[in-house]
């Protein structure tokens, strides 16, 4: 049975940090791992992945304050924010790759107040 399990999102004062993980099983071959985020009103954004292999990209307008990294073994994927602006706030998602399809988690708010 494929699950992704994230962490509980939250609230958090602009300038604080907040850790997400996501924890995929049942999946196989996992290439791609990593972080989307959407809105109210907007359309879902990339955040930050990192393949297999340690690559990583990020959003531009995350770059220098979250910060991705992956447990190969336990297939769980992490994304530090730190920094946290009130335009960061959104439901953050989970996605996980194989050469065959994408998974998604069911999404964690994260809430930035000012």
């Known amino acids: 049975q494929v699950q992704l399990v994230e962490s509980r999102g939250g609230l958090v004062q602009a300038g604080g940090s907040l850790r997400l993980s996501c924890a995929a099983s049942?999946?196989?071959?996992?290439?791609?791992m990593g972080w989307y985020r959407q809105a109210p009103g907007k359309q879902r954004e990339l955040v930050a992945v990192?393949?297999?292999?340690?690559?990583?990209t990020y959003a531009d307008s995350v770059k220098g304050r979250f910060t991705i990294s992956r447990d190969n073994a336990k297939n769980t994927v992490y994304l530090q924010m730190n920094s946290l602006k009130p335009e960061d706030a959104a439901v953050y998602y989970c996605?996980?790759?194989?050469?065959?399809?994408?998974?998604w988690g069911k999404g964690t708010l994260v809430t930035v107040s000012s």
């Open positions: 996605n996980t790759a194989t050469v065959l399809r994408d998974y």
């Open positions: 990192i393949t297999s292999g340690g690559t990583t």
């Open positions: 049942g999946i196989f071959n996992i290439n791609r």
